[in-house]
């Protein structure tokens, strides 16, 4: 069954340091989204994706954080530098297109010390 | 301003008991979704709808568009079932997620 890949599934890192997440979406699923969602709360939306192009980003701290997806297929996400509270649980999702199901992976959950 | 309500908050239950969660919103929608998050785990999607009501096993969710009012049923819910349920709307270009339904349910 296809499924969305996200990797790494944990990480540790110290604040500072720099940290990148990919995901790797449903093959043929235009829409890609990051989220962040933190421990009790629902998700929040960082960027979207719609092939290559960023659709929204208007979340997204730019000052620390970039999102790539070159060629409209995998996508990363940095943060560079990380900090406390950027501790939390980074999910991917892709859909077919702007409206469709969406399809998550497992999560890459982040722990800056 | 949150834009997707949902209640209760928590919820227990004794397996078996029939189970309601209850999600309103505030904009304008394209389709509702309803997803399903384990400990520790991934999101799974559940449902999406526009209109109406879809049944998947012991899993019943409706959706009112005119009172902006979704509902996701559990008959019979079985401790499996423990989850938090999300409810998500598409709406004016993008995602807006309730917090959470955090359901524990009991042997």
């Known amino acids: 069954e296809a499924e969305v890949a996200q990797s790494p599934r944990y990480k540790i890192t110290e604040k500072s340091q720099a940290v990148a997440f990919w995901c790797d979406p449903i093959?043929?699923?235009?829409?890609l989204y990051w989220y962040r969602q933190i421990l009790g709360q629902g998700p929040e939306l960082l960027v979207q994706?719609?092939?290559?192009?960023?659709?929204?980003d208007s979340q997204l701290p730019k000052d620390r954080f970039s999102a790539e997806r070159l060629k409209g297929v995998d996508s990363t996400l940095k943060i560079q530098p990380a900090e406390l509270g950027d501790s939390a649980m980074y999910l991917c999702?892709?859909?077919?297109?702007?409206?469709?199901?969406?399809?998550f992976g497992e999560g890459s959950r982040l722990t800056v010390l | 301003k949150n834009e997707v309500e949902q209640s209760p908050q928590n919820l227990t239950a004794q397996e078996g008991e029939f189970i309601t969660i209850n999600c309103s919103y505030s904009v304008g929608i394209s389709a509702l979704h309803w997803l399903q998050q384990h400990p520790g785990g991934g999101i799974v999607s559940l449902f999406m709808l526009s209109s109406g009501k879809k049944k998947h096993g012991r899993l019943i969710a409706t959706i009112n568009i005119q009172e902006k009012h979704s509902s996701l049923h559990i008959t019979a819910s079985h401790p499996r079932d423990s989850a938090v349920y999300i409810c998500a709307v598409d709406g004016e270009g993008q995602f807006y997620f309730g917090t959470g339904t955090s359901l524990t349910v009991i042997p």
């Open positions: 999702a892709s859909s077919q297109g702007l409206i469709g199901e969406l399809f």
């Open positions: 994706f719609q092939d290559e192009s960023v659709v929204d």
């Open positions: 093959s043929g699923h235009a829409t």
